[in-house]
C-alpha cells in the first residue's frame, strides 16, 4: 500500500513541495528544590528558538511523512496541513534529538493534535507548553499556539528533563506532565507510541 502511495505523483509532488520549503503539559513549575526558574532550562529554550533541516535523505522523508499521514488522517483531514505539521515536528524533534514518533505521542496525549488547545493548568497548544516559560526567555510577546515555537519549546523541555533524568524516559516524560512519581501519563504515552505512531 505504501509503494502505491508513493506512486501517486499528486502526493509526491505535495511532499516535494514541503520538503523544498525552509522552515504537558510541560506544566512543571517548580523543580524538587522549589525553584520555579531553572536557568539551564531557560537557556536551552532561548538557543532553541535561535536554531533552526531534519532529513538526510530526500527518499526516507517521503516515506515517513506518508506513512505518518496516514495515521494521522483521523486527526488532521487536509493532506497539506498533516504534511506540513509532521515536517515541522520531525525537524523539531531531531534538532532536540527526541524520535519524533516520541513527539507525535506526546501530542496526541497533550492536546489531541489542536494546536489551540488549553488546559485547567492554563498551558497551551500541540505540547501544552506553560505561558510563563515565554517570560522567563525573554520571548513574552511570542505564541504558544504558533505551532513551530510550540514545538520548539515543548521538545528542548523534553529533552531537557530526559537529560535530567539520565535517559529515563519514564521519568522524564512524567516530569514533563508535572507527575513525577506517577505512572499514568508516561504509560499514556507508551500506549499510544506503541499503539500508533511506533516506526516502521
Known sequence: MLKKMLKNSTFILVISLLLSTTHSFATETTDENNNVTNNELRLLLQQAIKDSDSFEDRFDAEVWL??????LKNKIKKPEKRLKLLRQIHREASRANLHPELVLAVIDVESNF?????????????MQVMPFWLK???KPRDSLFNVRTNLRMGCTILKYYLKKEKGDLTRALARYNGSLGRYKYPNKVFKLLNKRWYKQ
Open 66 to 71: 506518508v506513512d505518518m499521514s496516514n495515521r
Open 136 to 138: 522567563e526567555i525573554g
Open 114 to 126: 489542536d494546536r489551540f488547545a488549553i488546559s485547567k493548568a492554563g498551558a497551551q497548544g500541540l
